[in-house]
């Protein structure tokens, strides 16, 4: 299994940035995927899911409508779309899948 992400960096507050997930070695369009992130300090905590199909979604209320998660089964891939960003989503964020976790991409949120 690997996963393997892309995106993030340094952005403003209020700016936008889009976090991917490539996924192999799984059935992909199978498995629940999720985006966890942490912040130095504190624990790594779950901003996102979403369903094998995509038809059903969770998010964080810390995130609640600044985030969105999707994903293309197609492309084996899960994205976060995070508008609106706050100094405080500052964190490594990580892809998921049961037991596995992508490498982590760094956010940073900062004037």
């Known amino acids: 299994v690997q996963l393997v992400q892309s995106g993030g960096g340094l952005v403003q507050p209020g700016g936008s940035l889009r976090l991917s997930c490539v996924a192999s070695?799984?059935?992909?369009?199978?498995?629940?995927m999720s985006w966890y992130r942490q912040a130095p300090g504190k624990v790594r905590e779950l901003v996102s899911s979403i369903s094998s199909l995509g038809e059903s979604t969770n998010i964080a209320d810390a995130v609640k409508g600044r985030f969105t998660i999707s994903r293309d089964n197609a492309k084996n891939t899960v994205y976060l779309q995070m508008n609106s960003l706050k100094p405080e989503d500052s964190a490594m964020y990580y892809c998921y899948v049961p037991d596995y976790w992508g490498q982590g991409t760094q956010v940073t949120v900062s004037s």
């Open positions: 070695g799984f059935p992909f369009r199978l498995a629940t």
